[in-house]
C-alpha cells in the first residue's frame, strides 16, 4: 500500500479506462489542472437531480426547471429535456424495488477500491448499487448524459464500482461468498441511439478482473511507466496536447511522421493528404469510428495553443484575432426599458408567441396523454444516415444492393 490519502481517488473509477490501459498516464496526468467542459457541467446537474429524485421519490418533473447555476465556470439549469430523459432510468430503478421487496437501495455511495487500486483511503461514488439478496444479484447502475456511447460490456468503470460495492456494503449480506452471485452492469445513457444498456457477469469474474487492476494500478506507480496510446485511453487525457506517444500514434493512422511534419516547416509546405488508395477499408472504417479522438486531439493542440498566446508564449507562425461576434442581447437591467421602447413603436409586434415542443408537450401532459392526444399530430423527421460500429443495437438500413436482392426474391415467391 502506499500513502497517498485524499478525496479524490487518483486511480478512480471515471479514469480508470485511461490508467488500465496506459500506465503513464497517472505520472502524465499529474500536477495538471482540471478543465471541465459545459457536456461535464451538465451532466453533473443531471446526476445531482437524479440523486435527489431517487433518496425523496419524487418525480423529475417535480423539479423547477430554468434556474441557472453555476458548475465549473459553466452556466447550467436543469431543463425538460433533462427530465423526459431521466424518467426511463428512474422506472427502471423503481421497478426492480417493487418486484423483489428485499432490495436494498444505494445512492451516490462512496465505496472503498483500496484493494484494487492500492491507494490508501482510495474510494469511489457509485451513482446506484442494488442488492437483492433473495436472487443473489447485484445491480451496478451508472447514468451517462454524454453524447459519446457507453458500452456496458467489461465496463471499466462499472466493473470497479461493482468491486467496490462488494467490499464496501454486499458481502455481508452473502457472508462473504460470491459463489453464484450474478451481477448485472448497467449503462443509462438515454440521450443517444447505441449508448447504454445492460451487461451481465459474475460476482466470481469480477474479481478476478479485480487481479488485473490491481495488477495493472501498480504498473502506473513505476517512475519511467510507459505510455501507451490509443483511442479510448487518450479522448480525454489531460496530458494528451503534449504528449509525444499519442501525437505518433495519431500522425502514424494518416500516414505521416514526425520528419513529415520538420519537413513542411523546413521548406514551407503543407501535409499531403493520405494516399486513400492505398488504403485497407479497415483501416478507413477504424478513423471513422474514432474521428472524435483526434478532433479532441486537435481540440487540446488548440487550447494549448491559445494558452500559451494569452501568456506571452511562443505560438509560431500563428496570431490571435477577434472570432465571428456572439448573438446580440440586452444589457443587464436595460430589459424593461427596451420592453417599453418596442411595444410603443411595435405594439404587439413587440413579443414573440412560441407554441410549446412536443418534448415540453410529453413532459407536461405525461406520456399516455401525450401519446393519445399530442402524438397523432407530431411529425418526427426521419435521421439522415450515419455509420455507427457493429455493435450498436439498431438494424442496419437496407443498401441499393439489399433492395434489389429483394426484388429478385420477391419475383421467386411469385413464381
Not at 479524490?8 to 480508470?16: G, N, V
Not at 483511503?121 to 459519446?148: A, E, H
Not at 488504403?279 to 477504424?286: D, L, N, P, Q
Not at 405525461?366 to 457493429?390: A, M, R, S
Request: aromatic share 8%.
Amino acid at each position: 500500500m502506499t500513502d497517498e490519502t485524499q478525496e479524490h481517488s487518483i486511480w478512480s473509477p471515471s479514469s480508470s479506462h485511461r490508467w488500465r490501459r496506459c500506465p503513464g498516464s497517472i505520472n502524465a496526468e499529474r500536477g495538471l489542472p482540471d478543465r471541465v467542459g459545459v457536456e461535464a457541467a451538465e451532466g453533473t446537474v443531471f446526476h445531482d437531480h437524479a440523486e435527489l429524485a431517487l433518496r425523496l421519490g419524487i418525480r423529475p418533473t417535480d423539479f423547477k426547471t430554468g434556474l441557472m447555476q453555476s458548475v465549473s465556470g459553466h452556466n447550467v439549469c436543469y431543463n425538460d429535456d433533462m427530465a423526459m430523459h431521466m424518467q426511463g432510468g428512474l422506472d427502471f430503478i423503481h421497478d426492480i424495488l417493487a418486484r423483489f421487496p428485499d432490495a436494498i437501495l444505494l445512492v451516490e455511495q462512496k465505496v472503498s477500491i483500496e484493494r484494487w487500486t492500492g491507494e490508501r483511503g482510495g474510494k469511489g461514488t457509485s451513482d446506484v448499487c442494488i442488492i437483492i439478496p433473495s436472487i443473489r444479484q447485484i445491480i451496478v447502475f451508472d447514468w451517462k448524459y454524454g453524447m459519446v456511447p457507453v458500452s456496458p460490456i467489461e465496463n471499466d468503470q462499472a466493473t470497479i464500482y461493482g468491486l467496490g460495492c462488494w467490499e464496501t456494503f454486499a458481502s455481508k449480506y452473502f457472508d462473504g461468498d460470491p459463489t453464484d452471485i450474478e451481477v448485472k452492469l448497467v449503462i443509462w445513457q438515454p440521450r443517444i441511439p447505441g449508448g447504454g444498456g445492460s451487461w451481465g457477469t459474475t460476482m466470481e469474474a469480477l474479481l478476478a478482473e479485480g487481479e488485473i487492476i490491481k495488477a495493472q494500478a501498480e504498473a502506473n506507480r513505476a517512475p519511467d511507466a510507459p505510455r501507451i496510446a490509443g483511442t479510448k485511453q487518450c479522448l480525454y487525457c489531460k496530458a494528451s496536447a503534449k504528449c509525444a506517444t499519442l501525437a505518433a500514434f495519431n500522425l502514424e493512422q494518416y500516414s505521416l511522421r514526425f520528419e513529415d511534419i520538420d519537413d513542411g516547416i523546413e521548406w514551407g509546405i503543407e501535409p499531403a493528404e493520405p494516399d486513400l488508395s492505398t488504403w485497407t477499408v479497415e483501416r478507413r472504417s477504424y478513423i471513422l469510428l474514432h474521428w472524435k479522438t483526434f478532433k479532441r486531439w486537435h481540440d487540446k493542440l488548440k487550447e494549448e495553443a491559445m494558452l500559451d498566446y494569452a501568456k506571452g508564449d511562443p505560438v509560431p507562425f500563428m496570431k490571435m484575432v477577434p472570432g465571428k461576434a456572439g448573438h446580440r442581447f440586452y444589457r443587464e437591467n436595460t430589459v424593461k426599458t427596451v420592453e417599453k421602447l418596442l411595444v410603443d413603436m411595435l405594439d404587439d409586434k413587440a413579443h414573440e408567441k412560441k407554441l410549446i415542443t412536443p418534448a415540453v408537450a410529453q413532459t407536461a401532459l405525461g406520456k399516455k396523454t401525450y401519446d393519445q392526444v399530442i402524438k397523432p399530430y407530431v411529425v418526427v423527421p426521419e435521421g439522415k444516415p450515419i455509420l455507427v460500429p457493429e455493435t450498436d443495437p439498431r438494424p442496419p438500413m437496407k443498401t441499393m444492393g439489399m433492395k434489389f436482392d429483394d426484388l429478385f426474391l420477391d419475383e421467386t415467391d411469385d413464381e
